[in-house]
């Protein structure tokens, strides 16, 4: 089975310009969330999709990022624009949701952004 | 509010135990996670518990106390390949919310 998929991988950009993420998750997960991880930290939850409504977005900073689950499956995340503390790993999850063993889940490998 | 307690950092030594303990306050409470994350990689979930009472799996187990609001996660055995951090995280209704994590170091 296919894990979920994000990418790009790396990402470098100056203060102010804008980066996007793009997320492709479990086949079947009717539930996906972007985390921010800031290093030393634990992941902190920016949206949360279910299937493509918006579960909760209450920490997204809403002035610069945006994210989409068009059709219920991949999704996007951008920050327009980039401030320097914006640099952290952007961690793409999937899970089953209510249908499914409730809430495990499952990561992909992280977009890494570095803002300078 | 919501907030999760977790040591930032634990040191035990190969073959030893170690026991990281995971405090919570959230609405809502519905479940406590144990994820795993090895440095520059994501999480690997390790356990789930949603009701009191100790949850084993090989050398790792895990614990939970809904009326103290408390968690842990016990390892066995250590070996170096545990050297990693672990995270703690409750499930708030839909939501999971992660602790900081502990990062743990394992000496030879």
């Known amino acids: 089975e296919a894990g979920v998929a994000q990418s790009p991988r790396y990402k470098i950009i100056e203060k102010r310009q804008s980066v996007a993420f793009w997320c492709n998750p479990i086949?079947?997960?009717?539930?996906l969330y972007w985390y921010q991880q800031i290093l030393g930290q634990g992941p902190k939850l920016l949206i949360q999709?279910?299937?493509?409504?918006?579960?909760?977005d209450s920490q997204l900073p809403k002035d610069r990022f945006s994210a989409e689950r068009l059709k219920g499956v991949d999704s996007t995340l951008k920050i327009q624009p980039a401030k320097l503390e914006d640099s952290a790993v952007y961690l793409c999850?999937?899970?089953?949701?209510?249908?499914?063993?409730?809430?495990?889940?499952?990561f992909g490998e992280g977009s890494r952004l570095t803002v300078l | 509010g919501q907030n999760i307690d977790q040591p930032t950092e634990m040191t035990a030594t190969e073959g030893a135990i170690v026991q990281i303990n995971c405090t919570y306050q959230?609405?809502?409470?519905?479940?406590l996670f144990w994820y795993q994350q090895h440095a520059g990689e994501a999480p690997t979930f390790l356990s789930y518990?949603?009701?009191?009472g100790l949850e084993e799996k090989g050398r790792f187990s895990s614990f939970l106390s809904r009326s103290k609001g408390y968690s842990y996660l016990l390892l066995k055995e250590l070996q170096m390949k545990d050297s990693a951090s672990y995270l703690c995280?409750?499930?708030?209704?839909?939501?999971?919310?992660f602790g900081s994590g502990t990062r743990l170091s394992i000496r030879p």
């Open positions: 999850a999937s899970s089953l949701g209510d249908r499914g063993f409730p809430g495990e889940l499952f």
């Open positions: 086949s079947g997960h009717a539930t």
């Open positions: 999709f279910q299937n493509n409504g918006v579960v909760d």
């Open positions: 959230t609405s809502g409470f519905n479940g």
């Open positions: 518990n949603v009701l009191d």
């Open positions: 995280a409750a499930r708030s209704a839909s939501k999971i919310i």
